[in-house]
Nanobody
Framework: QVQLVESGGGSVQTGGSLKLSCAASGPTFSTNTMAWFRRVRGKEHEREFVAAVTYTGETVAYGDSVKGRFTGSRENAMMYLEMENLRPEDTAVYFC????????????????????WGQGTQVTVSS
């Protein structure tokens, strides 16, 4: 069974930075694509795509709202999200996810493409 565990969330002021980490473990996890999503308070049924990273780390895709401010990276079973110039609208629970197998999803923006999920880590940005 694959497990994903996020860490690094916290509270910062507008313009601040945070780095999230996601550790994947399990005998079947190797080259799965990993991604970050976030859920905003009041939109509990929606998960917004943040970034996706291939297992090599060579390909990274970003959601429009975070381009130029967030940087996704990967090192084996670890995935990272460096967040800079944070804004109050970035306040959310951030989730780590991974595909069931080693492939780049047809629709990387859809949570339905990802099989494994972490419990989430809270990021709060105050103005």
């Amino acid at each position: 069974q694959v497990q994903l565990v996020e860490s690094g969330g916290g509270s910062v002021q507008t313009g601040g930075s945070l780095k999230l980490s996601c550790a994947a473990s399990g005998p079947t996890f190797s080259t799965n694509t990993m991604a970050w999503f976030r859920r905003v308070r009041g939109k509990e049924h929606e998960r917004e795509f943040v970034a996706a990273v291939t297992y090599t780390g060579e390909t990274v895709a970003y959601g429009d709202s975070v381009k130029g401010r967030f940087t996704g990276s990967r090192e084996n079973a670890m995935m990272y999200l460096e967040m800079e110039n944070l804004r109050p609208e970035d306040t959310a629970v951030y989730f780590c996810s991974a595909t069931a197998l080693a492939y780049w999803p047809a629709n990387i923006y859809s949570p339905d493409e990802y099989y494994y999920w972490g419990q989430g880590t809270q990021v709060t940005v105050s103005s």
